[in-house]
């Protein structure tokens, strides 16, 4: 990589064409600043994966050259690559302090925590970091403490939105900083990186608040117990629900590891208001009046562990739904997660229980914390940038969202829509994508990271769909001729003991195809396991339309 | 089973539950009438599986007692299961002329036409089967010639009313007959089976007729050619993209089996108009100018191997989509497929397409083809029934359908949400639900029918998530000793290459494991596979926190 010394240069390590793993990087001479650290979860193709996250090779080879690592806030698809990056890399971590709190229970997980440097800003902060300097600003989104980040460089400002949309009446007061936005913006920034998961909606986000108003109205009217489930780090939301509980009298217990640990964080650092008292153990559930209680849990999107899950599946030890019970999902669905929703709602109905959910129903329990089309034209004409870089999003989002900007005034041929791992180099004002570093995918399987591969996952796809025979098979070394009888064992193609005659019939062909060929040595050994495998195949491709997996052994006594 | 010879018996084999493989069954003394035989796609956790049918054990046993099969419509969730089922036991089926034109392709692929009695129907027709009767009513759906099902009974009148919704303007005149709908029910039906698939949706449903005005509209401003994708057998739609190209003056180009074969059956019955000269050959697509071509396509789920995915990957040989052509989703979502589909739309946005679909962007290109809830309250009013069974669909949606019968008047002690199997019989004019009939379903995996089962799934999914390792032993059939150094294969799990290490410790462990064993004799021989098994369990566990299937192979030498 040849650039110019005093080029600046803007690209993505991760979420571009992709919804999670987020990572950028804006690197100016000799200083680099890196933006956010998320994972990814896999989708269902990705077979045994746990997780996915950046392939940070540009950022192994560049140690020296990181100033620091800003992160906007605390989702997992801005956090949750962290421990990982950190394993690699030793970098100064920046963020606010919600955000650092949810950063350090993971890296209390991974042990990482002691040799981390954690610095905690807010958005008045300043940071110089060699020849680039950087400020912040407030956004509002469903996580308290989100931060826009802008890069003051000699080329002129980059602005990095964050996650954000614009709640006019948000929860705790919590406004996004509007007037600073327009300060930035008012002399136009030189580039703009804005997220577009919301680019394909149009209109504008209703407030936060409004939910408040449905969930308390859904408490008042519930005879029963009642369960409501969102993500544990909308904070604000958790409000809300912990308000309404305290307007209609009832006691809270929370079920599920990640809603008791960020409960406890965002109450310890001031985010969250809860009254002395109003908290119960789930222990306690089964003694109270069922008009007292109300059970705040993790699982609104399915997740099987998760405590809803469990609950539907009356699956939960110390509690358990009741006919007439209500359970409020206070949260949308992310898309992929429709099908294990609606098993549990179906489940939660054979229970008895009354069900509120989105679909259909119009009950108003959610709104997105991302911002639709009219408030990203609202945020691209605060910072009226001169070029902008759609990030954050699907191709089809991105396309969107560039298609908005074009709305609002920024020239077409200064939009750059990238790929992850795309360079957008800016010199004299200029700026254009040319060359790029190396991104990619990597793979988190148990304790490996990166050691499952295409070839692993290909075989997993079809050992999956078509399972695998082995076929063992003990030949003279001199002759090549059997010894004893083809011995064949399989898995996930047909159960053995229906399917004895096919197997058999397998047998048999092995036993023909060995003795038409001739003894092995070296090479001939492998062709014969071919020959083996070929045979096989056909015939139970003829037999079954099937290919399963075939794995000859060859043992030679 | 001892029920009374003079009772009514009403039951489902499929479709209760789940949205697929529809099959109902209505018998009175020794007459059994069966309506409908779908089959179902299966989701992404049974591994390999091609389609789901009904255990028919019951009909199997019963097959002399079978008067009719009885199809209300050409859907493949009525009527894909009729291959699987005429394998087994040989019925008469009955069905209007457009559902049987679709069996009867089904069942020449099959190699099933000849032997099958195949009987035309309309909504005009009677039945008479023993002792019970049977006439028809058409209903409107999103496919044409619909049948409700009357069955006559000595205990009184039982209404099936097949897929429907209601819609007043609808394509081709073809009205749903409310007149006979409410002669039907004037004197009140002794029990109604609807359908449920959209008892969570409110209101009622837009008219077919203005999706034909939003094509036009979308004819009318492409520029370039057009694409456009909706499900084939939705026939008053093609009617509408047929007389949108006429309207706008481009030829027609089909694309995909399943489009070319069944337009090609609706323009034989006769429910289908495309004017002389309209089609054109896919291959003549690059000769025309753009702006006289549209192209309508299979693939509006996402389907991997149709044409419209292949088309957004650049992967048909004969056409290609080209920057400013413009792709029109007429469909909905399927649930579940929205991932599929999204993938599809980023690629036809790459390369530069003009893309209309549903999600944000209210284009109106699909109307559903079931009754939201006041249709469904219509329908109940209509039919006034003494007692109400919901059928075709997931648990939510049968709850919310009876709580629509309630809203309009049926009695809730009146209402039977049933599961597949269960029957409900009628006597006296009292129906109750006290027994079963055996239901189930039955996976097709290549040309097996119910040999995959448990067994086979669970360890495809174990093979799927975790991959496997062999392990071969040779020993000395006297001391129990290893003859040679142990040998492991794994595939799905590590690629070897880069993991020799472990697979190395692998061997070692083992060959330490067999040196403290004694030697085998029969059960001992199990003893140390199972030994050896659970020792690099533990051991692989421990080093990747991965659990792949572990098969041990003994060869005694």
Request: hydrophobic share 40%.
């Amino acid at each position: 990589m040849n650039t110019a010394e005093n080029t600046l240069s803007i690209f993505a390590l991760g979420g571009i064409n992709e919804i999670g793993k987020n990572m950028y990087v804006i690197k100016y001479a000799d200083d680099i600043v890196v933006i956010d650290c998320g994972s990814k979860f896999p989708d269902e193709s990705l077979l045994g994966i746990d997780l996915i996250i950046q392939d940070i090779s540009y950022l192994r080879e560049n140690q020296d050259k990181i100033r620091a690592l800003v992160v906007t806030h605390g989702h997992e698809d801005h956090i949750g690559g962290i421990p990982y990056l950190l394993k690699q890399i030793n970098v100064p971590i920046y963020a606010s302090r919600l955000t650092l709190g949810l950063i350090e229970l993971r890296l209390k997980e991974h042990g990482l925590l002691r040799q981390t440097e954690l610095n905690l800003i807010n958005a008045d902060s300043k940071l110089d970091l060699g020849t680039v300097s950087l400020s912040f600003f407030q956004t509002n989104h469903s996580i308290p403490d989100c931060l826009g980040v802008v890069f003051d460089t000699p080329e002129g400002p980059v602005v990095h939105t964050g996650d954000f949309k614009f709640d006019l009446t948000p929860v705790n007061n919590e406004n996004a900083d509007i007037h600073k936005m327009a300060e930035i913006g008012k002399n136009g920034v030189l580039v703009l990186l804005s997220e577009s998961t919301n680019a394909e909606r149009p209109g504008f986000n209703p407030s936060e608040s409004l939910v408040g108003g449905h969930i308390e109205e859904a408490f008042r009217k519930a005879s029963r117990k009642i369960f409501i489930s969102t993500f544990a780090s909308n904070v604000h939301r958790v409000q809300q629900i912990v308000d309404a509980a305290q307007k209609t009298n009832r006691k809270l217990a929370l079920l599920g590891r990640s809603m008791v640990n960020v409960v406890t964080v965002a109450s310890e650092l001031g985010y969250l208001t809860i009254p002395e008292g109003m908290l119960i153990e789930a222990s306690e559930i089964r003694q109270m009046d069922s008009q007292r209680v109300a059970i705040l849990c993790t699982g609104s999107q399915g997740e099987p562990m998760a405590a809803l899950s469990r609950l539907s599946s009356s699956n939960f030890r110390q509690v358990e739904i009741q006919p007439k019970d209500t359970v409020i999902f206070a949260s949308g669905p992310i898309p992929g997660n429709e099908k294990s929703i609606s098993r549990i709602i179906d489940n939660l109905y054979l229970l008895g229980a009354n069900v509120i959910y989105g679909s259909g129903s119009a009950t108003g329990m959610h709104v997105s914390g991302h911002a639709c089309q009219e408030e990203l034209k609202l945020m691209i004409t605060l910072m009226k940038p001169k070029y902008f870089i759609p990030i954050h999003g699907e191709y089809r989002m991105l396309h969107h969202h560039s298609l908005l900007a074009e709305s609002v005034g920024v020239e077409k041929e200064n939009i750059f829509i990238i790929n992850n791992g795309d360079v957008v180099d800016v010199s004299d004002q200029h700026a254009s994508q040319t060359r790029e570093v190396r991104s990619g995918d990597i793979f988190v399987d148990g304790m490996g990271i990166g050691d499952v591969g295409n070839i692993v996952l290909r075989d997993r796809k079809l050992l999956a769909e078509e399972g695998m025979l082995v076929i063992v098979l003990t030949i003279g070394k001199t002759d090549g001729q059997l010894v004893s009888n083809p011995d064949t064992i399989s898995r996930g193609f047909v159960y053995s003991r229906d399917s004895e005659k096919l197997l058999n019939e397998v047998n048999e062909l092995v036993a023909k195809t060995i003795g038409k060929s001739e003894g092995p040595n070296g090479n001939r050994r492998n062709s014969l396991r071919q020959t083996v495998k070929k045979s096989v195949e056909t015939f139970l491709f003829t037999q079954t339309k099937r290919r399963p997996m075939i794995l000859p052994i060859i043992i030679e006594i």
